[in-house]
């Protein structure tokens, strides 16, 4: 019998304790964010790390990326539940809205990027198998959006050098609709 994971409340929200199952609502978890650079967003796995499927949910601002344009060994999907978006992937650019979902097979070099008048809610899953490796390449795409790189490279220290480290926070009204 797998045992019930315990959800320590922390300042910042409720945080899974263990690898147990355990239930929890999105605005009861611990948020994060990188001062407003890349979106708000609820990872759920606390201080037990998901060992083989990582799952989000990620908060764009308009004109906000999610992070740095990439590519990776590891299938994605995304499902966006409300908002507009912007999809870079693969040098093109697709605008995406509610309920459209993508399909990334590994190695699709991808990032979103927030848009129309309100911020964009996003579901993110992820495989995290080994060996998890990751390319940030150079995109002009990406780098008009403010998402990229100036030069290729796999390693995420360098790719978000300069930019605020992540924090937790408390969810606030504003992340989700």
Known sequence: MVPEANLVP??????????????????????GSRDGVFGAGV?????????????????????QPNGHYHGEVHQEDFLVLSGECLLLIEGEERRLHAWDFVHLPPWTEHILVGAGQEPCVVVMVGGRFEPDRILYPRSELALRYGAGVEKDTESPDESYAGRPEGRPQRYRECDLP
């Open 10 to 31: 922390t300042d910042d929200g409720l945080v899974p304790e263990g690898d147990g199952w355990f239930v929890v609502n999105a605005r009861e978890a611990r948020w």
């Open 43 to 63: 990872r759920f796995e606390g201080d037990a790390e998901f060992r083989e499927l990582g799952i989000n949910i990620r908060v764009p601002e308009p004109g």
